[in-house]
């Protein structure tokens, strides 16, 4: 089927807004490629240091005619999907000696679990850890000796810092590595009724423990769909994993086959070989298109609405919240996962998976085919399903039907017309709302203002029984700039239960919501936040608020003459500047855009950057997908 216009309007808007900086960075990457292996060009005695302790690969680093792999790892024993990345290393080196390449770790990226921050303090580090991690991963890969990348990593922050990283190495082939999650334990739908139970005091510490350890049980990713199986939807959806890499579980052949794989594959891709594939010509508008597309089709995390435009920016790349709402509109959801359904991802890959879903979008002219994706193909090839041959891995076209049509439909059968996210505009500002997990008759409410500094401060009225009737909780101060946007999960249960016994209930805040965030409505990220003076400021209690999710509308309903002759509320702020380590991120709120612009601290000004760099070096044709994919095809 032909590019829906929607889709290619969208993209064309994309490509023009972003002509300037997409050259400027081309120029960049093209005057970084080399056809000679990097570390040649290094000095004697940086390259001694360099293959000093590399063991049996020092031979063919010190001889420097062949490739070499700069690993980046975000392993720790903390987060449960990293867990298995200890061994990965090991069985990298490995294949690339077995590949006639060489591999080394380069360095290590921090990798903080929201699951174990989430409000706490160290949740305030969570948004800004994202650009950390891409400093890291920029620090691993200026040791220059590197002619590809493997990335491993999965959860939330942890995949948007790393691509952004290494698209400041763009000239480099990347392929991120993830481990899959873990089995399914206890259902989503049963520990969230066990967390609810707990916010209204109806369920010991105890039974919420045991139902917790009982859902985070291994390692792997966590099971619902939340930002961390969202990124890997992303990853396919751009072409950066071998195809159906994303829901393998850790501790199979099949994962292990699937990392040796890419070790072999990045390998072929660099500028030393005839199929080069550097990572920022992977990356480029219609990549990005891609990803958001999957995104709204799969009801994906609303993180992304912030670090997908983070992600584009580092590619050169000029994305806003209007992209996202229109394509969102145009694209069939095609994916009911906890906490959208009941599945969880494992239920969602057995269904038929990723590939089915990609393979849904191209057929309905919902995504671009034709970028350069790291396995050598285009992205219909993106769709095949791996699998063991006795030991031999090999792909397989995805199911031709779904296997669970409660979990995943194909696009001529939606759950519904529209993606899962939208848009929210009005005079509190802009805004992104999730509307796949939320029922229909939840979409729209106009009800008084509640008003919070902080999360804790609903709960507390909440436990004081002070929240009764229909209202809007407005939690503000959240913002990137305020305290470096830490998401509000902790108050899902709690607003929850007040919906179950018939409130009607919603959310406004300039934070942000966990991935996770389900049934309850949730106007977040608004932007202008509080902290910059935002109007969101200027609200009090009682204030009639109207939130329109259906019509993307976002309004506090008071007097004209009345709002513009308020003083916006100013909060102290001077709790959340230290303590946890956050008196080391003062520069990153201090220099931090907006929501809207990604949250980050890493893109300043673009005049700046025409001073400090100039521009005017033309960017080189495009790289084509080759024919040859490379792949065994059963």
């Not at 039974?207 to 969202?230: I, M, Q, R």
């Amino acid at each position: 089927m032909s590019l829906h216009p929607v889709v290619a309007r969208v993209t064309a808007r994309i490509a023009e807004r972003s002509r300037d900086t997409r050259a400027d960075y081309l120029a960049r990457l093209d005057a970084a490629v080399s056809d000679h292996p990097a570390r040649q060009h290094l000095s004697c005695g940086n390259l001694a240091h360099g293959f000093a302790a590399a063991g049996d690969d020092k031979p063919r680093l010190r001889g420097g005619s062949t490739g070499n792999i700069g690993i980046v790892t975000a392993y720790n024993d903390v987060i449960s999907s990293h867990q298995p990345m200890e061994t990965y290393p090991t069985l990298i080196r490995m294949a690339a000696r077995n590949a006639g390449g060489s591999a080394q770790v380069c360095g290590g990226v921090p990798a903080m679990c929201d699951g174990v921050t989430q409000g706490r303090t160290g949740m305030e580090l969570s948004l800004f850890s994202r650009d950390t991690i891409a400093l890291a991963t920029a620090v691993s890969l200026s040791h220059d000796m590197f002619d590809a990348v493997l990335c491993l990593g999965v959860c939330d922050k942890i995949v948007p810092g790393l691509l952004i990283g290494a698209l400041s190495f763009g000239h480099l082939p990347t392929i991120f590595v993830p481990s899959g999650p873990m089995r399914r334990g206890l259902s989503n739908k049963e520990k969230a009724a066990v967390r609810q139970r707990y916010a209204e005091g109806k369920a010991t510490r105890e039974e919420l423990l045991e139902a917790e350890a009982a859902s985070y049980h291994s390692p792997g990713t966590c099971t619902f769909y939340g930002t961390a199986n969202s990124n890997q939807v992303l990853m396919e959806a751009m072409g950066l994993h071998m195809p159906g890499t994303a829901f393998v579980n850790p501790g199979t052949p099949l994962r292990d086959a699937l990392t040796v794989a890419a070790t072999e594959q990045v390998l072929r891709i660099t500028a030393l070989g005839d199929d080069y594939r550097p990572l920022g010509r992977t990356v480029d508008e219609r990549a990005i298109v891609n990803a958001m597309v999957a995104l709204a089709a799969t009801g994906g995390s609303t993180n992304h609405a912030i670090h997908l435009v983070a992600m584009a920016r580092a590619a050169g790349l000029r994305i806003d919240w209007n992209d996202l709402d229109e394509l969102s509109r145009i694209t069939p959801l095609l994916v009911r996962a906890y906490p959208n359904g009941a599945a969880d991802v494992n239920g969602f890959h057995d269904a038929g998976g990723i590939g089915f879903v990609i393979r849904e979008l191209l057929d309905a002219g919902r995504m671009h085919a034709d970028i350069a994706c790291v396995h050598g193909g285009d992205l219909r090839q993106q769709t095949l399903e791996p699998y063991l041959d006795g030991t031999a891995l090999k792909w397989r076209e995805p199911v031709a039907q779904t296997r669970d049509p409660t979990v995943v439909r194909p696009a001529a059968d939606p759950f519904d017309s529209e993606g899962g996210l939208r848009k929210l505009d009005g005079n509190l500002g802009r805004g992104v709302v999730k509307v796949s997990a939320v029922d229909p008759a939840h979409r729209t409410i106009e009800a008084p203002a509640r008003v919070f500094e902080s999360q804790d401060a609903l709960l507390d009225a909440f436990k004081a029984d002070q929240l009764q009737g229909d209202f809007v909780a407005v939690i503000r101060g959240q913002g990137p700039r305020a305290n470096g946007m830490p998401e509000l999960h902790k108050l899902t249960p709690t607003l929850s239960a007040m919906q179950d016994r018939g409130q009607r209930v919603a959310l406004l805040t300039d934070g942000r919501m966990s991935g996770a965030s389900g049934k309850v409505l949730a106007a977040i990220h608004v932007t202008p936040e509080a902290a910059d003076a935002g109007p969101i400021s200027r609200l009090r209690d009682g204030d009639r608020i109207r939130i329109d999710a259906e019509a993307g509308v976002m309004e506090a309903r008071v007097d004209a003459t009345e709002w513009n002759a308020r003083t916006p509320h100013v909060a102290n702020l001077a709790a959340n500047r230290h303590g946890m380590g956050r008196e080391l991120f003062a520069l990153m709120r201090a220099q931090v855009g907006t929501a809207e612009e990604g949250g980050s601290a890493l893109f300043i000004d673009e005049s700046v950057h025409d001073a400090q760099r100039g521009l005017g070096v033309p960017p080189t044709a495009r790289v084509t997908p080759s024919a040859d994919f490379g792949l065994d095809l059963a």
